[in-house]
Nanobody
């Protein structure tokens, strides 16, 4: 059985970390974080393994967010620093058993339920 479970604070301070417990996937599976703004499609935030070797980051978060994977804990993290109001969105953890998947949502077949992240001024 494969499943993803995100966790983290909803109302965030300037720096916060989201966690995703990844169950049932091979250690080198493709794992990623996506986010969705109201009325828009999901967009990539960060991906661990990509065709060009990864990790891959969206331009809007590059230098502020860091994706990492702890194999011993079966957990993927998204460290978010320098949070901005425009980072407010619902964040999803996603995974695919195939390796080196492109950092685009259509290539990931298993999703967590998502976690709302709200950045306050």
């Amino acid at each position: 059985q494969v499943q993803l479970q995100e966790s983290g604070p909803g109302l965030v301070q300037p720096s916060q970390t989201l966690s995703c417990i990844v169950s049932g996937f091979r250690l080198d599976a493709s794992i990623a974080w996506f986010r969705q703004f109201p009325g828009q499609d999901r967009e990539a935030v960060a991906c661990v393994s990509t065709m060009d070797g990864g990790p891959h980051y969206a331009e809007s978060v590059k230098g502020r967010f860091t994706i990492s994977r702890d194999h011993a804990q079966n957990t993927v993290y998204l460290q978010m620093n320098g949070l901005k109001l425009e980072d407010t969105a619902k964040y999803y953890c996603a995974a695919d058993q195939l390796l080196l998947r492109p950092c685009e949502p259509q290539y990931y077949d298993t999703w967590g339920q998502g976690i709302q992240v709200t950045v306050s001024s």
